[in-house]
């Protein structure tokens, strides 16, 4: 069992900035590729960016890309997501997802290959 505690949401203006935090305790989380989702009101989960269990291999949905950082510690066991340019879009509630990969430079964008989840956050971009 992997447990994902995300932190960060809250309420910004449009342009503004966010950083989320997602801690991950439980099994060697080292050998889990992390990945940020977001779902919004009425609509379907949709990936945001995803990163390897090496910390390297980042991975972003085109309409974040430029905007978001995703990141981990030296550990591997807190992963950040770095929230700029914030638009009204971007409200949604922002969960943490990790998924079991073999290879290190793995970054799965699919929520299918994603295990363990977070209870998420919710991001509130006014305009």
């Known amino acids: 069992q992997v447990q994902l505690v995300e932190s960060g949401g809250g309420l910004v203006q449009a342009g503004g900035s966010l950083r989320l935090s997602c801690a991950a305790s439980?099994?060697?989380?080292?050998?889990?590729?992390m990945g940020w989702f977001r779902q919004a009101p009425g609509k379907e989960r949709e990936f945001v960016a995803a990163i390897s269990r090496g910390g390297y291999s980042p991975v972003y949905d085109d309409s974040v890309k430029g905007r978001f950082t995703i990141s981990r510690d030296n550990t591997g066991n807190t992963v950040y997501l770095q929230m700029n340019s914030l638009k009204p879009e971007d409200t949604a509630a922002y969960s943490c997802?990790?998924?079991?990969?073999?290879?290190?430079?793995?970054?799965?964008?699919?929520?299918?290959?994603?295990?363990?989840w977070g209870q998420g956050t919710q991001v509130t971009v006014s305009s």
């Open positions: 997802a990790a998924s079991y990969v073999v290879r290190a430079t793995t970054a799965p964008a699919s929520e299918e290959n994603y295990t363990y």
């Open positions: 439980g099994r060697t989380v080292s050998n889990y590729a």
